[in-house]
Each structure stands twice: as structure tokens, then as C-alpha cells.
């Protein structure tokens, strides 16, 4: 048998469901053995006092992605993917933006350029439907997740994207007899269009109204009819950045019922809050994004979600612009109302230290509930489980060390996404992962890059464990 080319020893390895106090064998990029001395290897990597954790996978993130005219996204996929290393994250899951003219599938091809020979990790793809066409629905998509999209993303709001309910209710069945999963953003597209217009008569234009226009009303209805919507189709659904407790309160009642609901929160959500945006000047639009940070009582909502279960998934809803730019948040339109600020915060690399230092170091979560939802329920959920998510015989060799020790006051220089502010800088945080390996290679040590870009490689996805093949679908994987 082929040695070990890798052994890491003396660290306690921790998964979502136990830890112990073991040594990790890997050959050819995949976890071999688990067990004490190992022996010797090529590379021995000594773990002692550290956490060895699998990596992070990041199932919400946006990278180069196209923007309206005069607005450029601040991340291609090689700073995005070096961010992601630094801060722990193994994999991540971007969208693919359909562009109007173009198909899925040129659009993917598209993306695959972006991606190929540019990431420092792992990524695979979801897509996002913003014109349902019939070629769409019966032919394109079908085709497609056959080939391993298995996941799209539909919008409740935003101007171009936003759905009515017969389109969503028309992506949903077409989801249900593929097996693929449904993402939304649900936010009332007509609620938040009027608070805006009503705002802007009164020259309320500030960043800080773009909370305002954004009431936890708007985010709490359209929770409730997107589950009511893929109940009536009988699909399983995934309602991404959750950001208060009326709208988790929907999605818990939904689980209750014994519908296939699973959600998901982000760091914006636990550490930010609407004050942020009421800035000096233009300051405030470093936090526009939505949904927008609440208020304490909603952090703490986040937080018992994420500690019971109602969110299965932690993201960054990672979407980054600029701040000192004309084609970021200093936008010149972005000046004359909140409404043109470009929407989205850089969160990619901060996502993970922010959740174990705020989580695990403060008791919030146990070491175990922050792996299970980083790592294992992102890789249950998206199809990638067994190969991803977790440290077991079998699995890619994904796996971060942290020093529960180290502290540190965060800054963007640590973060080194293409963005030029973080939304977190300034936070005392305790832990670090102080290497990120994947399949095997390390890619990140001690705050540096460790391997080039390129190490990343483009993975194709199963249907998610939520999804049922119904009568007449194609067969499932």
C-alpha cells in the first residue's frame, strides 16, 4: 500500500456529530485513516492544541457577477477564493447570473471561465432564474441538473429578477421533477417599491433608509408565501439570509408542520445592526445589503436559530463592492437615494473566524453545531456529502486547524478579498484557523497563501437529501 502522504497528528478532530483525539492519514488528496501513531509521512503536520475541523464550505457567495451599468463588482474568482482560504473555507457555492440574451448553459460556460485555473479552493455553481421561459423550464434546466446543477435561486424582489407568484409556483414544479432544490430571497418586491417612493418624496435618501424601506414585514411575508407556495407544489425549499425573528418564526412553524423547509442566516445578521448604516455621509452604505441588519432582539433570534436548528446553513451572502469607488458604494446615483446603492457586503473570508470567536468561544454554539452548519449541512444540502463536509475515511481531505487561542482584532489586510473596507473590522476575535488545506494540499498557513491559484478545482453536485424524484421525473443520482 501506497505510505500516507500526509499525516496530521496531535490535534482533536472535530466533526458534526463528535470529536476525538486522533491523527489524520490522507493520500492522493482524500482522508485514508483516522487513528494514533500513524506513523511517519512526507509531511507531518503537528496539531498539537489545535482543533482540526473540516473546511468550511460557503454555499451563498457572489463573485463576478454582472452588475448594472457603472457598477462593478469588487471580487473575481481569484481574490474571492484567496479570501476564502485565509479565513478557513474550503469550497464555495457562487451564482450564475443569467444574463438577458443568453441561455444557462452559455451562462455557465461563462462562469466556468471566470473560475477555471483562478480558485485557491473548491466551487461548484448554483443558478439563478431570472426569466422562466418555457425553453427554460422544459428543457434547459432538466438538461442541467442532470449534469450537476442541482440548485437554483429565485428572487422575490429586485428590479429584472423579482418573480410573480406563477413563475415561482412554474420553477418549483420543474424543481420537484427534477429533484433539484429551490433558493429564495423572499422580500415583498411591491411593499418595498412603495416604502421607497414614499421616502423619497419626504428626502429621506440617506443610506440608513434603506433599513427603513425594508421592514421586517416585507421579509416576513414573503417567507411565509414562498412556504406556502412550495407546499402547494410539494417541493423542498430553501429560504436563504434570514435576518429577524419574525421571519425565522415563519420557517419554524413551517418545520413543525413537517414541511421540507430548511433555511439559512449570515454574519451580517449576528453582529450588525440597522445603526451601522447611519453613518457619516455615504459611510453607511458599507452596510447597505438585504435584507438589512435589525436590531439586537433580531441578532439574538439569529442566534437561537442557528442553536436549535431552524437555520441548517451559516453563509456570508458574500457580495462585495468597493467603498472609495464611483463604480462601488460612492456610485453617483448611490448619493441622490439609498435605493442605488449597489447591494451587498464582503464577508467571504471574515465569515467563519467571526462565527467560532462570537459562537464557540462565547458558548453560544458547541464546536460540533458550528461544524454542522459550515460544513456538513451545507455538503447534506447541496449534494455534496460524503466527499465534502466532513473528516471521515473516504472524504476529501477539506480540513482547517484552529488555534483556539489566538486573538486578534480583525482588519481587511487579514481578509484580502477585492473589496477595500470589511464590515467586521475592528472586532476582537478569539480563534483563527491558522491553516486550510484541500484535497490534501495546503493552500493557506498562518496568514499566508501557501499554494497558487488554480489548486481549486470545479466540482460536480448530487441532488440534495431533501429532494424526492416525483412520477415521471428523470432518474436521480
Known amino acids: 500500500m501506497k505510505p500516507f502522504d500526509t499525516i496530521i497528528h496531535g490535534g482533536t478532530v472535530v466533526t458534526a456529530s463528535d470529536r476525538a483525539r486522533c491523527d489524520v492519514g490522507i493520500r492522493d488528496g482524500r482522508v485514508v485513516a483516522l487513528g494514533d501513531d500513524l506513523g511517519e509521512a512526507p509531511q507531518m503536520i503537528d496539531a498539537t492544541g489545535r482543533f482540526v475541523l473540516p473546511g468550511g464550505i460557503d454555499a451563498h457567495v457572489h463573485i463576478a457577477q ?27 457555492l457562487p451564482f450564475a447570473l443569467q444574463e438577458s440574451g443568453r441561455s444557462m448553459r452559455e451562462t455557465l460556460k461563462a462562469y466556468h471561465a471566470k473560475a477555471d485555473g483562478n480558485c485557491y479552493v473548491d466551487v461548484s455553481f448554483h443558478m439563478i432564474i431570472s426569466d422562466p421561459t418555457e425553453h427554460l423550464l422544459g428543457q434547459e434546466l432538466p438538461a442541467l441538473v442532470e449534469d450537476g446543477y442541482t440548485s437554483f435561486k429565485i428572487f422575490m ?18 424543481a420537484r421533477d427534477t429533484g433539484a432544490l429551490v433558493m429564495v430571497h423572499a422580500e415583498n418586491y411591491d411593499a418595498i417599491r412603495y416604502m421607497t417612493e414614499q421616502l423619497e418624496r419626504a428626502g429621506k435618501i440617506a443610506p440608513k433608509f434603506h433599513a427603513t424601506s425594508r421592514p421586517m414585514v416585507v421579509e416576513r411575508e414573503a417567507t411565509h408565501r414562498a412556504i406556502s407556495l412550495a407546499e402547494l407544489v410539494d417541493v423542498p425549499v430553501m429560504i436563504v439570509h434570514v435576518s429577524n425573528r419574525e421571519a425565522r418564526d415563519q420557517i419554524r412553524w413551517a418545520q413543525d408542520k413537517g414541511l421540507n423547509v430548511v433555511a439559512e442566516t449570515c454574519t451580517q445578521y449576528l453582529v450588525l445592526t440597522e445603526q451601522d448604516l447611519d453613518g457619516i455621509g455615504m459611510e453607511g452604505s458599507k452596510y447597505v445589503c438585504s435584507p438589512p441588519p435589525r436590531d439586537i432582539a433580531s441578532q439574538q433570534a439569529c442566534w437561537e436559530g442557528l442553536k436549535n436548528g431552524t437555520f441548517a446553513v451559516f453563509s456570508s451572502d458574500h457580495c462585495p463592492f468597493r467603498y472609495q469607488d464611483e463604480k462601488g458604494k460612492l456610485t453617483p446615483r448611490g448619493r441622490s437615494s439609498f435605493r442605488w446603492v449597489p447591494n451587498g457586503l464582503p464577508g467571504i473570508g471574515a465569515r ?34 460524503p466527499r465534502k463536509g466532513t473528516i471521515a475515511v473516504g472524504s476529501d481531505a477539506d480540513i482547517t486547524l484552529w488555534d483556539p487561542d489566538k486573538t486578534q482584532v480583525l482588519t481587511h489586510a487579514m481578509i ?38 488554480g489548486t481549486g478545482i470545479y466540482v460536480e453536485r448530487r441532488r440534495s ?10 432518474g436521480g443520482s
Not at 358 to 380: C, D, H, I, S, Y
Open 66 to 92: 454582472p452588475q448594472g451599468e457603472g457598477i462593478e463588482m469588487a471580487d473575481d474568482f481569484e481574490s474571492a477564493t484567496r479570501s476564502a482560504a485565509l479565513g478557513g473555507t474550503t469550497m464555495v
Open 157 to 174: 424582489t429586485y428590479d429584472g429578477l423579482a418573480l410573480n407568484d406563477r413563475q415561482i409556483l412554474d420553477v418549483m414544479s420543474v
Open 352 to 385: 467563519l473566524p467571526v462565527l467560532f470567536s462570537e459562537g464557540v468561544m462565547k458558548g453560544r454554539l458547541t464546536l460540533e453545531q458550528f461544524v454542522a452548519v459550515t460544513a456538513r449541512n451545507p455538503a447534506r444540502i447541496y449534494g455534496l456529502e
Open 416 to 453: 484580502r478579498d477585492g473589496a477595500d473596507y470589511s464590515p467586521y473590522e475592528g472586532m476582537e476575535l478569539t480563534g483563527w484557523p491558522v491553516l486550510t488545506m484541500v484535497r490534501g494540499r495546503v493552500v493557506a498557513r498562518d496568514g499566508s497563501l501557501a499554494a497558487p491559484k
Open 465 to 474: 437529501h431533501l429532494a424526492t424524484l416525483h412520477e415521471g421525473a428523470k
